[in-house]
């Protein structure tokens, strides 16, 4: 494959699924450029997490990151892979994406690896936001859930795929460059 057919990649599951490992490491295989949606979605603060950018704002400046600072030079852009949710940022950047990975891991899974990342990231794990994510599921709490990502993805137009269970990630990037490559021909 000389050149990877999908431009904007969007990684996207409940807390915990691998979002973030697997779009750095497809970013990697591809020559691609890694980007956090959560860095658009958050004001920097300290504490992190608790103050949201405005929905224009994220949504701009998200949409101006995946084009990338080489957009302009008539040599194209490299891949922008997002990882973390985008849904319901807005019509222009949901047009904009040519694949949406969706990730979906067991329950007790996700919770160990998200305590697991916030003790080494904060020393410990926000009672309130382990309870927020373990709920993903049922959807009975504000914000992402399962139900929310399923309505969405069926609204797509894009390519969608999907990762069911714990794989390697090296086997998911394997499964997208597979994917690719018959997109491609």
Known sequence: MTAFPFRRINIVGAPGSGTSTLACALATAIGGRFIDAD??????????????VDAATRLSTLLFAMEGPDAGSGSGSLPAVVAGSVCGWGEPLETAL?????????TPLRMQRIEARERARFGRADPAFMAWAAQYDEGVMPGR????????????????????????VQDRVQAILQAAARHAC
């Open 145 to 168: 859930s399962r139900a929310r990502h399923e309505a969405w993805l069926g609204q797509l137009t894009c390519r969608v795929m999907r990762f069911d269970g714990d794989q390697p």
């Open 98 to 106: 040519d694949l949406v990975v969706f990730l979906s891991v067991p």
């Open 39 to 52: 860095d658009f979605y958050w004001k920097h603060t300290d504490p992190p997490f608790k103050d949201k």
